[in-house]
């Protein structure tokens, strides 16, 4: 069956970093459209970044343009969030999510596959 595994959420101050991976398994991954969403306490899912398949071209929410960069490695069924400038209003549980549809997909009913999630706590 198809698995997303994300790793790499702790506990930041403001202003760090950190890098999140999911590792897919279970699913042609480079076919696949990648996206990773959040949700804080109390607060709807909302989207982060996505990449497409083949040509790895991105989409990100406003807030963290310039902050924060997916990426891929389809050899190793890896998608990864690079989260830097961290603000307290980023933590949140970070998902990885996948879609068989290829497109800059931004609407969590989009996706076929998510993580269990990751959290991400950035202190003030």
């Known amino acids: 069956q198809v698995q997303l595994v994300e790793s790499g959420g702790g506990l930041v101050q403001a202003g760090g970093s950190l890098r999140l991976s999911c590792t897919a398994s279970?699913?042609?991954?480079?076919?696949?459209?990648m996206g990773w969403f959040r949700q804080a306490p109390g607060k709807e899912r909302d989207f982060v970044a996505t990449?497409?398949?083949?040509?790895?071209?991105?989409s990100y929410l406003d807030s963290v343009k310039g902050r924060f960069t997916i990426s891929r490695d389809n050899a190793k069924n890896t998608v990864y969030l690079q989260v830097n400038s961290l603000k307290p209003e980023d933590t949140a549980v970070y998902y990885c999510a996948a879609a068989r549809t290829n497109g800059a997909l931004v609407e969590s009913y989009e996706y076929d596959y998510w993580g269990q999630g990751t959290q991400v706590t950035v202190s003030s």
């Open positions: 990449i497409r398949p083949w040509n790895s071209s991105t």
């Open positions: 279970g699913l042609p991954f480079r076919h696949y459209t």
